[in-house]
């Protein structure tokens, strides 16, 4: 079965310091997200992506974060510089439509900021 | 009123029996609904979409109340292997938005 596969699965960085986070979505998907999960608490929407663009963002999704597909697979998330507070769980997902079909999660990229 | 509210649990229930939740949803213009599992630290995974004439997936079935604006999962016959987070999630206003979650242990 075709999965959404993130690299790395663990990141740890210090505070102030760019991370790029990477995701490779499911081949014939068309929409892309980014969602965080802090420990114990809810997954939270981030941002999501569709024909080369923002189509939503929560106000999370700061000056501090940005989105970029640069090639035919890759889609990415940077956070320009970390906070101690951007540690979390982060998860990849795409779909095949917009936001009435299901999601395909990756296994996420655990981001420790120290 | 928040905009996906579920009880957070802990269920914790013997094997075999029968276990229901319910989660609430604000946005009256949602379209789609879907029931979520999520084991801890991995990933949330497609446990089954919820229709409006309800569903049913082997143990599991699915419920829709449009009027009320809550959907139902029920799990008959649990397992030890079911003990996971059940996440509902709701689409509305183009973003799929998710509950924090109920978390069900099942005792053996």
């Known amino acids: 079965e075709p999965e959404v596969t993130q690299t790395p699965s663990h990141q740890v960085t210090q505070m102030g310091q760019e991370v790029i986070l990477r995701c490779v979505p499911i081949?014939?998907?068309?929409?892309f997200y980014w969602y965080r999960q802090i420990l114990g608490q809810k997954v939270e929407f981030l941002v999501s992506?569709?024909?080369?663009?923002?189509?939503?963002k929560s106000e999370i999704f700061d000056d501090q974060f940005s989105v970029e597909r640069p090639d035919g697979s890759n889609f990415t998330l940077k956070i320009r510089s970390t906070k101690l507070e951007d540690s979390a769980m982060y998860f990849c997902?795409?779909?095949?439509?917009?936001?009435?079909?299901?999601?395909?999660f990756g296994s996420g990229t655990q981001l420790s900021v120290l | 009123r928040k905009e996906v509210e579920q009880d957070p649990g802990p269920f914790n229930v013997p094997e075999g029996a029968t276990v229901a939740f319910n989660c609430t949803y604000s946005?009256?213009?949602?379209?789609?609904f879907f029931w979520y599992r999520q084991d801890c630290r991995k990933e949330p995974k497609l446990l089954m979409s919820?229709?409006?004439s309800g569903n049913e997936d082997g143990r599991f079935t699915a419920q829709l109340n449009r009027a009320s604006q809550y959907i139902s999962l029920l799990i008959r016959d649990s397992k030890l292997s079911d003990s996971a987070t059940y996440l509902c999630?709701?689409?509305?206003?183009?973003?799929?938005?998710f509950g924090k979650g109920t978390r069900l242990h099942i005792l053996p």
């Open positions: 997902a795409s779909s095949t439509r917009d936001t009435t079909e299901k999601l395909f």
């Open positions: 081949s014939n998907h068309l929409y």
């Open positions: 992506f569709y024909n080369n663009e923002i189509s939503e």
């Open positions: 946005n009256s213009a949602s379209q789609s």
């Open positions: 919820v229709y409006s």
């Open positions: 999630v709701v689409n509305g206003d183009d973003k799929i938005i």
